[in-house]
């Protein structure tokens, strides 16, 4: 189990570094997305518990589409009587379905994008695709503002889109990494504290909150180990982190956040709601790149440190039980 593990998550993470994201139509979190957009209209009502009710509804009902045809998939390749078949075609199908949970390069693309717009000038264009991947207003936001966003995107996305799945595929396999996209999709949708949203997105929001507080801690100290092994300032980035990491709306955004920003030396202000760090105001694209570093490395390194020993230590409990 271990081995086969071990090569779902390397197809996974080698197929995300030199292809990235298929198009939107042929991907699952936009499938997923599509879903959720279809469903939302139907759980709007003027009493908040049937709201609340229906956010509810939305998350299990979705989650419960994805899980069974992969359940179905596994059964259907136990049914295989040549063993190293079913293996190759379970490790290379499993592969691919798990790199559509993680979004590495594609976060590389957008961030690149955005300095692309930034190179030529055009704040306009640059703010547009930064809201993209930020839910804040990016309508008024000058150069820094915009790379700052950039960059909290870049630290946030590593848990969101890399080390939040390939937690729950530790433990419960493919369907465990797809629950976690559908979950930390709809929270991206809807989790909003806004007339529309408060209610149905509640369930959402509050879930993706419980599955991503220990992925994003250990995230923020996977980063460190990151940051001294590419010889940034991984003292500093310890030190904004235990400072910094609680300062964030979120519980858990800022703990990634603050330690890339002290990585990095610099600071990260979302204008109106905190500033994480104490270096300079001044952001430049040099950092951005770093911090694309700083993310690839913490991802490669989450999977030997954080994932492959959760899997190994499942696999020897399940051994012993069945000794």
């Not at 976060?107 to 809201?131: G, P, W």
């Amino acid at each position: 189990m271990i081995f086969e593990s071990l090569l779902v998550i390397g197809i996974a993470l080698i197929v995300d570094f030199i292809f990235g994201d298929p198009k939107n139509k042929y991907h699952p979190t936009a499938w997923i997305g599509l879903f959720i957009a279809a469903l939302v209209p139907f759980t709007k009502n003027k009493n908040s518990t049937i709201e609340k009710l229906g956010g509810i509804i939305i998350i299990v009902s979705i989650s419960s589409v994805v899980i069974l045809p992969l359940l179905s998939f596994e059964y259907v390749i136990s049914l295989l009587t040549i063993d190293y078949v079913s293996i190759i075609i379970s490790i290379v199908i499993g592969g691919l379905l798990l790199k559509t949970t993680i979004a590495i390069r594609g976060m590389e693309n957008h961030a690149k994008t955005v300095l692309m717009c930034l190179d030529s000038d055009n704040l306009e264009k640059a703010r547009t695709n930064l809201s993209m991947i930020v839910k804040r207003n990016t309508k008024n936001l000058d150069k820094n503002h915009i790379i700052s966003g950039v960059l909290e995107s870049i630290s946030e996305n590593t848990v969101d889109g890399v080390t939040g799945p390939l937690f729950y595929y530790a433990f419960f396999g493919l369907p465990g990494a797809f629950v976690y996209r559908v979950i930390n999709t709809a929270d991206s949708m809807i989790g909003y504290k806004t007339n529309i949203f408060k209610n149905i997105g509640w369930f959402a929001a509050s879930c993706d909150t419980i599955l991503n507080y220990i992925p994003s801690r250990l995230t923020g100290l996977i980063m460190i180990i990151s940051a001294a092994i590419l010889q940034n300032n991984w003292k500093e980035s310890y030190r904004v982190m235990i400072r910094d990491g609680k300062k964030t709306e979120s519980p858990n955004a800022g703990y990634p956040m603050a330690a890339l920003a002290g990585a990095l030396e610099t600071r990260f202000e979302k204008i109106n709601h905190y500033n994480l760090g104490d270096g300079k105001v001044t952001l430049t694209n040099n950092q951005v790149y770093l911090a694309i570093r700083i993310m690839k490395l913490t991802s490669i390194l989450f999977v030997g440190m954080v994932t492959i020993p959760i899997i190994f230590i499942l696999t020897l409990v399940g051994w012993w039980i069945h000794v």
